[in-house]
């Protein structure tokens, strides 16, 4: 097969040039001739990118008690449809599993059901970790892990002291550690007695800053002293990316954050449906809102990724009365390359190459599989969206389950035409090509 005639976007920079795929991978970039019996997708006037990755998402699962909105066939289905040819979801071990179990478990609600590649990070939930299986889930290829700083009641809480020892023992599997932060103690410390149940704004008073920038300290300094690479998921306070950017220098620290933290504020919580933009961490508020896109633009996040995590209108509706019982997360899958496109490249003037850095190559590695990913290179898998970036305006689509959208009234002229997943046509003209045909595969 030959993608003929695009702009095409290699680790170096555009090119005008042809690429030839085969055997699921890219075989050629430059300018090739069909062969007999090529097919070929004209890509004349278009943009050729590699597929992009979503790091962070939360699918098929069952979060805070309910079952989410969203499955793996609903999730990549949109996914894919907006050129994102990888996913990265969540193994939480439950009681009474090994850890393998969990994987296994995990695998199984994604395997012959997704319409893109679907990786995990694991999140072992017993103490002290199994550590002889650690290492051989490390060297079947899942090495990234993820840990929280919070959520005490859910059992999900580790101490700085068992996050530092985790990573001694990570950094010389060449495993990273990511890490939910927003510091426990300074969370109980702000639990407002005189909570006003029936008012979502609360949830930003609940959850400050403070909580969040103290606990990126923290992680920064076991990062320092173990060498273990670490990535900090979903920041919301421009004073953490300022800690990040600092920590660099003695550091293996990369950061991301979400589409809501970068476009909406903790005035969406105000008034009655205030409660079905409840995450956490939460919506800030305008000015920490302006100082994150800022920095966005200045290229402070290594990567964008969507914690999606949607939850059907039914059980975020349930809590309207006591807030404290309305699920935390919100929509995204689909928004996130056409909202990052219109915010990077349309409003900060960005090239589609640093959105390409952003969406695929550092993604990819930071799930320790580029270039096979996130670059269009001979080699690579032949994983490529090609892109009409200024098509007519449509409304931005969140999600395609039974959950609330979370940028209504949103549109991005990122027009996806063709979508190639492992060297195969999987989206034509925004739609899947086989809706029943199910091409996704693990990448562990
Ligand atoms: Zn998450």
């Known amino acids: ?11 170096n920079g555009p090119r005008d040039a042809d690429v030839r795929v085969a055997n699921g991978a890219i075989a050629e970039v430059g300018r ?26 939360h699918a098929d699962d069952v979060v805070a008690g309910r079952t989410l909105a969203d499955t793996f066939p609903t999730a990549t289905e949109l996914a894919v449809r907006t050129g994102i040819t990888t996913v990265a979801g969540f193994v939480t071990q439950r009681a009474g599993e090994t850890l393998s179990a969990a994987a296994e478990r995990c695998r199984a609600t994604a395997r012959g059901r997704s319409h893109c590649d679907v990786a995990f990070h694991l999140t072992p939930t017993v103490w002290p970790w199994p550590w002889a299986e650690v290492e051989a889930l490390v060297a ?47 969370l109980r410390a702000v639990a407002a007695p005189a909570f006003d149940a029936g008012d979502a704004r609360e949830q930003a008073r609940r959850r400050p800053e403070t909580a969040e920038v103290a606990a990126v300290e923290r992680v920064i300094e076991l990062a320092a002293c173990t060498g273990c690479p670490l990535h900090i998921v979903h920041v919301s306070t421009a004073d953490a ?15 991301e954050t979400a589409p809501h933290y970068l476009l909406l504020t903790e005035a969406a919580l105000g008034g009655r449906n205030g409660h079905r933009l409840l995450c956490t961490p939460p919506l800030r508020a305008a000015a920490t809102r302006s100082r994150l896109e800022a920095a966005a633009a200045a290229g402070a996040f290594d990567l ?14 349930a809590g309207r009365g006591d807030l404290r019982t309305v699920p935390r997360g919100v929509a995204g899958i689909g928004a996130l390359v056409p909202m990052l496109f219109e915010l990077l490249v349309t409003r900060h003037h960005l090239g589609l190459g640093e959105l390409a850095t952003r969406l695929a190559a550092n993604p990819a590695k930071l799930l320790g599989v580029y270039p096979r990913k996130g670059a269009i290179a001979p080699g690579s ?64």
Do not use: N, Q
């Open 381 to 444: 898998d032949a994983d490529l969206a090609v892109v009409d970036p200024a098509g007519p305006p449509r409304p931005v689509v969140s999600t395609l389950a039974d959950a609330y959208e979370t940028y209504p009234g949103r549109t991005s002229t990122w027009d996806v035409r063709h979508v190639l997943l492992g060297g195969e046509v999987v989206v034509a003209s925004g739609a899947l090509v086989e809706p029943d045909r199910r091409s996704g595969r693990l990448l562990a």
């Open 140 to 186: 079947a290829g899942w090495t990234t892990f993820k840990l929280y700083t919070t959520y005490r009641e859910a059992g999900l809480h580790s101490s700085y002291e068992r996050i530092g020892r985790v990573m001694e023992r990570l950094a010389p599997l060449g495993a990273r550690l990511l890490v939910h932060c927003e510091d426990d103690e300074v």
């Open 1 to 11: 097969m030959l993608v003929r005639g695009g702009t095409v976007w290699t680790p």
């Open 304 to 317: 964008f990724a969507t914690d999606h995590c949607a939850f059907t209108k039914a059980d975020k509706d």
């Open 32 to 57: 090739l001739t069909p062969g007999p019996g090529d097919e070929v997708i004209d890509a004349t006037g278009l943009h050729v990118l590699p597929g992009m990755i979503d790091v962070h998402v």
């Open 241 to 255: 990316v300022a800690r990040v950017a600092a920590g660099r220098a003695r550091a293996a620290v990369t950061c």
